[in-house]
């Protein structure tokens, strides 16, 4: 059965005591509405899924330029997260320069997930509008063949899907650092345009990853919203074959999807997946040419103007990020 949820609105700062008893009755709410959706409740470990027959709904056509001046809130601030105002973490390799994105981007700490390497691939590129020529080219995913890249899309207030899944790979990143995992990513903007879907594949087979996420924002119509996670279809083509990782990313999906419900209170999807928040495809080259477990994380609907203010809001993609990594560790963790 669809499960809709509660509709959610933005984080607002506590006005006054008297607020108390209607914050508490709306924490009540979304907490009976999580509870009710039982393939979820139990600790990411959910049963079913979907049958490969849903495909997600068609992005908007790549942009030609993001606007100039997107104002997103970049909430919570420094001293809360540990960021910098402008939202990304800053973080540079021991030449000063930004990080490698294939190389780790520091020492791991010691924790539980020591000795584990996770590929983050932040979705897309601030820059891709700028090269058209490089992301129109075409490249072989196994069952045919695709544009290396697209543009992304956006919100209608123009805070574009490059800059949010770049935020939220950062705060992914910080928070698998403290569990002592080694994280590499794709990108980390400090490339031009790209890399291709096919590089990024090879990006996380050459690191030999226990788990690789690519981490989206959707463009869909305005009333369809929630989260999805994509999942890889069983493909064995030309240069794909995912056979061997359907099971183990099937299993990382279905953790990080119900992490991801229990930390951001976001129902999954209206609009695939038939209410399971779980969508198998065979077209993506991310995907198809993956040869370690690997998902995609559809975090929201930017084009929706209620999934947009969750997803422009540091706070929301705070525990956005909190929900993904708990997933990686759930599965890392067995």
Not at 71 to 78: M, R
């Amino acid at each position: 059965m669809s499960y809709v949820g509660p509709d959610f609105e933005p984080p607002q700062p506590r006005r006054s005591p008297l607020r108390r008893p209607l914050t508490v009755a709306v924490a009540a709410v979304v907490v009976g509405s999580v509870a009710g959706w039982g393939v979820w409740q139990a600790v990411g470990d959910p049963g079913g899924g979907d049958d490969g027959s849903n495909r997600a709904a068609a992005r908007n056509q790549p942009r030609t330029a993001p606007p100039a001046s997107p104002t997103p809130s970049t909430e919570p601030t420094a001293s809360e997260d540990g960021e910098d105002k402008d939202g990304k973490d800053g973080r540079k390799g021991d030449d000063g320069k930004k990080a490698s994105p294939t190389a780790s981007s520091g020492a791991a700490a010691d924790g539980p997930l020591k000795g584990k390497v996770v590929v983050i691939d932040p979705g897309h590129n601030s820059g891709n509008f700028r090269h058209t020529a490089e992301i129109n080219r075409k490249v072989n995913i196994g069952t045919g063949m695709k544009e290396c890249d697209t543009t992304g899309t956006s919100t209608n207030g123009g805070y574009t899907e490059a800059e949010f899944t770049l935020d939220v790979s950062r705060r992914v990143r910080a928070l698998l650092e403290q569990q002592g995992a080694t994280v590499k990513f794709t990108q980390d903007g400090n490339r031009e345009w790209g890399p291709c879907i096919d590089e990024r594949a090879r990006i996380g087979n050459a690191a030999e990853a226990d788990a690789v996420v690519s981490i989206h924002a959707d463009g869909s119509a305005a009333g369809n919203r929630g989260f999805h996670v994509i999942l890889p279809g069983a493909v064995h083509e030309g240069a794909a074959d995912t056979r061997p990782i359907v099971g183990p990313s099937r299993d990382l999906g279905e953790r990080i999807a119900g992490k991801f419900v229990r930390e951001t209170g976001s129902a999954p999807s209206n609009y695939v997946g038939g209410g399971t928040g779980l969508v198998t495809r065979q077209d993506l080259g991310g995907l198809n040419l993956s040869t370690v477990p690997k998902v995609f994380i559809e975090c929201g609907n930017m084009r929706d103007s209620k999934d947009a203010a969750l997803l422009t809001t540091g706070t929301w993609r705070q525990k956005a990020a909190q929900g993904i990594s708990e997933g990686i560790v759930s599965f890392l963790r067995g």
